[in-house]
């Protein structure tokens, strides 16, 4: 338990607004899974563009994140200090289903190249909403009066959520989307028809974080020089670089795996509507197994259980790899990649505030 712990009074989170901030994670959600799972197949199958520059479009707005992020989260620091809460950033952030929508409502007229520079114009702009949304979202176990094992709970509550908003928008957005006949409309359609969804995930998120401020809430701390001079002096902790590389590993693997989905069903097990089966079997474990990983770190420690969780992941991966992709056991291998991931992320987000 940290000296922070200590000099709080621990408190025990009313399960309401516990609730109403873990169902913003449905929100975000929506955006961590369905880019990374379609848009590179949307950029190649259906817009024409070429692969290499499919991939550079996607690669671009992630430097650009790199280079926003800090910033994001110095803004984030400076409405803390001087306003006592982090409102306007999440309330900012929720324009984040406009921008979702637009990233696959491109014009008839574009393909190729210019519907490449479509796309990567409203994912920056997507990236640049969800860091508003999420940098101050994640920051709320912070800001509030909780023990250490409480703020345990509040992660492991928001994991499960999260996952499940991942699960249902991959299971849903190929489908929405057309399956095997999937079209410029069809994408438009899931598009619109999850950004509704995701306002209304995210204004409960943003209600359920006052009402737990309301509960438990810390006086803010004054205001310090942030941005990048903060970051460089957190890269000086041996500590934090572990944890940043573990996350960037982590991001990388996932990322990488829904990307390669649609491709995988399509020409290796020449099946397309698989995608949707495949994303289910990944995901679905976490429902099951993210408990179980809460209780090892309570038992072990959340270092610990972050290694474990990690060296799980990367031995399902090895195991996923192996075999050729018509072996009857595929569909038992990819379960077991997808059930190690939910204790890296839990495990590393439950890191940070303490």
């Not at 190249?113 to 909403?129: D, E, T």
């Not at 492991?156 to 908003?165: D, P, Y």
């Not at 998120?205 to 810390?218: E, N, T, Y």
């Not at 890269?235 to 989905?261: E, I, K, N, P």
Request: with cysteine; charged share 15%.
């Amino acid at each position: 338990m940290t000296g922070l712990d200590q000099r709080r009074q621990a408190a025990a989170l009313p399960r309401g607004p516990l609730a109403g901030f873990a169902a913003g994670s449905l929100g975000m959600g929506v955006w961590v899974t369905v880019p990374g799972l379609l848009l590179l197949y949307f950029l190649t199958d259906v817009l024409a563009v070429a692969p290499w520059l499919a991939g550079l479009t996607l690669l671009l707005p992630k430097i650009a994140d790199v280079l926003l992020h800090p910033w994001i989260g110095h803004r984030c620091d400076v409405e803390q200090a001087r306003r006592g809460h982090r409102r306007r950033l999440l309330l900012a952030g929720c324009a984040l289903p406009l921008a979702f929508a637009a990233l696959f409502a491109v014009p008839s007229g574009l393909s190729g190249a210019s519907a490449a520079a479509w796309v990567a114009l409203f994912f920056v702009a997507g990236n640049l909403l969800f860091a508003a949304y999420q940098v101050p979202y994640l920051a709320t176990p912070a800001d509030l009066r909780i023990g250490y094992h409480e703020r345990t709970r509040l992660m492991a509550f928001r994991m499960v959520v999260l996952t499940l908003g991942i699960l249902v928008s991959g299971l849903l957005a190929p489908l929405l989307a057309g399956g095997d006949d999937a079209t410029r409309a069809g994408y438009l359609r899931m598009a619109a028809l999850l950004a509704v969804g995701m306002l209304g995930a995210m204004a409960v998120g943003v209600a359920g974080i006052d009402r737990l401020r309301r509960s438990a809430a810390v006086p803010a701390p004054p205001h310090r020089a942030g941005g990048w001079s903060t970051l460089v002096a957190s890269l000086r902790d041996r500590q934090f670089r572990w944890l940043v590389g573990a996350y960037l590993a982590m991001s990388t693997t996932t990322h990488l795996v829904l990307a390669g989905v649609p491709y995988y069903a399509e020409y290796e097990l020449g099946r397309p509507k698989l995608t949707t089966v495949l994303v289910a079997a990944f995901v679905a474990p976490a429902l099951l197994v993210t408990p179980a990983w809460l209780a090892l770190s309570r038992r072990v420690g959340k270092q610990r259980a972050l290694l474990a969780a990690q060296l799980a992941f990367a031995v399902g991966a090895l195991v996923l790899a192996a075999g050729r992709p018509a072996c009857r056991c595929w569909s038992a291998r990819w379960r077991c990649s997808g059930w190690r991931s939910p204790g890296c992320s839990c495990c590393r987000s439950r890191c940070c505030p303490t």
